[in-house]
């Protein structure tokens, strides 16, 4: 009995082709705009996920000044910056810290090769590589005399590499001389590719020893920056406690004196951003889902109006011995239908429209099997719930009055 009500409703479909579609356009749109909108936010999240773990693993910034960015001190308005002895003593002191690198930092143009570059020139130490996750395309790191004595060597991101040494014959950068304002050093790395953060084109950086950077550069012994790296597993909250305790008894600060450093973590900021992103997410995937409830009412209408165009039809089987929810069931099966089949050309349209926005906006193609199953089961709802009141109308004719009808 189900299947032959069924065929009879895919029978009803197939006759008003034209109509059955424009009545399904409503359902077509609600389920491609839904899963659109929440796969590219999907994207969006693991994008900016992917660009802040490659900041660094468990990454903490520590800076002079009472709060990151313009006007928080950083250094400047007799605010004391960092030394190598702070580094060393958050080791050997902390638990739960995998690395310790002090950073120094300056904006100079390199020059090698005929060409020049304006770049950001880095100091520190190994301990940069391992806390900022960084790996080696070619070449090495500084070996510990290197370290202690300041040589003139240096290891440079892809960026640096491509525009300097690209395109010239039996030239890969490494090995080469490169000339950092009034000295050179040799290359002897090649940083692999990380790409772009939300902190700018990670790759546009030439690295050299700390105290190469302070002895020829800055000519200071100070750091201005902190990166302390956690163990995987690590108590965040116990450990940045026990930072703040460290730098303020090393800073000399009284009880109740303000702290003159900040302390970024970049697992906070990816979860931020992340839950930022998932709620702007779940609204335009609301805003989205009205329309499918507009698709319902346009079901809703349309089978009302096979109602009455089927009345004498509907009368002539209920005559026959054809029971109510047999009439009710033919109905109810036919939005459904209506509604499900929209829902699988919303799927179809939405995966397409998916995979190439992702290429255009630059963001991965998350595909997310829930929300497009959610999103089919929804539209069947949508049939069984605008359907049912037509449905129940056809069922409830009365067989004469149907038979009389015109």
């Not at 491609?32 to 490659?54: E, F, R, W, Y």
């Not at 550069?217 to 956690?230: E, I, P, R």
């Not at 990816?270 to 889902?289: K, M, R």
């Amino acid at each position: 009995m189900l299947y032959s009500v069924f065929m009879l409703a895919l029978r009803s479909i197939l006759r008003n082709l034209m109509r059955s579609f424009l009545t399904i356009l409503g359902i077509v749109i609600g389920v491609s705009a839904v899963i659109t909108m929440v796969t590219l936010g999907n994207g969006a999240t693991q994008s900016i996920k992917a660009q802040i773990s490659g900041l660094g693993t468990n990454l903490l910034m520590v800076r002079p000044g009472q709060r990151m960015g313009p006007g928080g001190g950083g250094g400047g308005g007799g605010v004391p910056q960092f030394k190598e002895g702070d580094a060393e003593a958050i080791l050997s002191q902390i638990g739960g810290v995998a690395a310790v690198a002090p950073e120094g930092r300056s904006s100079l143009t390199v020059v090698a090769n005929g060409r020049n570059w304006a770049t950001s020139v880095i100091g520190s130490s190994n301990a940069w590589f391992d806390a900022g996750n960084w790996k080696l395309a070619s070449g090495r790191l500084f070996a510990a005399d290197e370290q202690l004595a300041g040589a003139a060597v240096c290891l440079i991101g892809e960026t640096v590499r491509r525009e300097i040494f690209d395109g010239t014959i039996g030239q890969t950068g490494l090995g080469e001389q490169l000339r950092v304002r009034k000295f050179s050093c040799t290359v002897i790395g090649i940083l692999a590719a990380k790409g772009q953060s939300g902190m700018g084109d990670q790759d546009d950086t030439v690295v050299v020893p700390l105290r190469t950077l302070q002895r020829r550069v800055t000519g200071s012994v100070k750091v201005a920056t902190l990166l302390v790296s956690m163990q995987d597993g690590s108590d965040g909250t116990r450990l940045k406690a026990s930072l703040k305790q460290l730098l303020r008894e090393r800073r000399n600060l009284a009880a109740d004196d303000d702290d003159n450093f900040n302390i970024f973590d970049t697992q906070q900021l990816a979860e931020t951003l992340s839950s930022t992103t998932q709620v702007l997410t779940t609204l335009l995937g609301a805003v989205a889902a009205v329309s499918l409830l507009v698709g319902g009412i346009g079901i809703m209408n349309i089978m009302l109006v096979s109602v009455t165009e089927r009345t004498r039809e509907i009368g002539l089987r209920l005559a026959i011995g054809a029971l109510e929810r047999e009439v009710l069931l033919q109905f109810l099966i036919e939005a459904v239908v209506l509604s499900a089949l929209g829902g699988v050309v919303g799927i179809v349209i939405a995966t397409a429209a998916s995979w190439g926005l992702s290429s255009l906006m630059d963001v991965p193609y998350a595909f997310d099997p829930f929300i497009n199953l959610l999103s089919l089961a929804f539209s069947a709802g949508i049939g069984v719930l605008f359907g049912y009141f037509p449905a129940r109308r056809a069922a409830r004719l009365d067989p004469i009055e149907a038979l009389r009808h015109e």
